[in-house]
């Protein structure tokens, strides 16, 4: 056993490559959210230029109403990652360092919220926005 | 003796470009997280080639994703292909028979149909239900593809040659459950 352990020492390798998951890894990272988020954003802008965007078969109301089901999806998702953190990485220890994280998380899932209702990328920059703050804040907490 | 001596310091300058030639043609890491379950288990050492060699589908990729992170994940479509992840996927307009997956995506995760750009992939974890891929952030460009697993080389028990899996497609008929797979090389 301890044999086995020792190779293992020696011939681990120096790198790590993730085989990325979030719930039953235990993963966390905001990057999820962050990645729903610039999605977010940038079915707003393409929304906005839905004229140069579609395609030749395609009318403009039919790609913005594809625009406006998919950011309702990414936005509800944008949620669905924010409330994983709040709930499940951050604890009772983190809110004692960080009092404003309440505050933080429901800003920022208002925002999510606000996302579904606009088709603005200014709206969905301030999304991006909230989220770094968060994003900030859980990576100090990983050094501490 | 001085003989003796030199072979001594030829031996170790190529052993030292040996490790040089194979670094850069090589790359080992650790597997960390469950998303390529079942091919891939967290903690497993492999070795990857560098590069993208030709016929790529099918192949785990070692990728940087949008984040920089590295990630492990399998290249499921080509630059210029059309890829639709559903309960199953489609390339091309034709279901991809998949032996190596697990579980089914869920219908969160469900997408239209992504066309391709000429230099992009769409990549894939097999643990359908527990991976953040393509589904997530979309597809990558092929220069975010840094090298392709090649062999397992720990834990002993699993030692061995990481396949490339065939792609095969479901013949197209009306009701397509129990159609016989048809193969294609890729």
């Known amino acids: 056993m301890n044999v086995a352990r ?24 905001p990057a999820q959210a962050r990645i729903e988020a610039e999605s977010v954003k940038a079915v707003q802008q393409r929304y ?77 920059q301030k999304l991006l926005d909230a989220i770094a703050e968060i994003d900030k804040i859980f990576w100090e907490t990983k050094q501490a | 003796m001085a003989r003796r001596m030199l072979l001594a310091v030829g031996a170790c300058a ?53 984040d920089g992170r590295p990630l492990l994940k399998r290249i499921i479509g080509l630059p210029g292909e059309s890829v ?18 697990l579980g089914t995506s869920p219908a969160a995760d469900f997408r239209g149909v992504n066309q391709l750009g000429p230099h992009e992939v769409f990549l894939l974890g097999d643990n359908r239900v527990a991976s953040t891929d393509s589904r997530h952030f979309g597809p990558l460009p092929v220069s975010r593809v840094e090298a392709v697993a090649w062999v397992r080389y720990w834990p002993p028990g699993r030692v061995g040659r990481i396949a490339r899996p065939r792609r095969r497609f479901r013949a197209p008929t009306p009701a397509s459950s129990g159609a016989t797979p048809t193969l294609e090389g890729a």
């Open chain 1, 48 to 124: 906005q230029n839905a004229e140069q965007m579609k395609t030749a078969g395609q009318t403009v109301e039919d790609y913005r109403a594809r625009c406006l089901v998919i950011k309702e999806e990414r936005a509800n998702l944008v949620k669905h990652h924010l409330w994983v953190l709040w709930t499940d990485y951050f604890t009772p220890a983190h809110l004692e360092k960080y009092p404003q994280l309440h505050q933080l998380f429901w800003s920022a899932t208002k925002e999510a919220g606000l996302a579904k209702k606009s088709s603005d990328p200014e709206q969905g």
């Open chain 2, 14 to 66: 190529a052993f030292v470009a040996a490790l040089r030639v194979a670094r850069r043609a090589f790359l080992a890491v650790e597997v960390a997280g469950e998303s390529m379950l079942p091919t891939l288990r967290p903690g497993e050492f492999i070795l990857l080639r560098r590069g993208l060699p030709a016929g790529a589908a099918g192949r785990i990729a070692f990728v940087r994703g949008p």
């Open chain 2, 84 to 101: 639709r992840v559903g309960d199953h996927v489609e390339l091309n307009g034709r279901e991809l028979v998949e032996d190596y997956v």
């Open chain 1, 6 to 29: 020792t190779i293992e020492r020696l011939i681990r390798p120096h790198s790590v490559a993730y085989a990325h998951c979030d719930l039953p890894c235990g993963v966390y990272d």
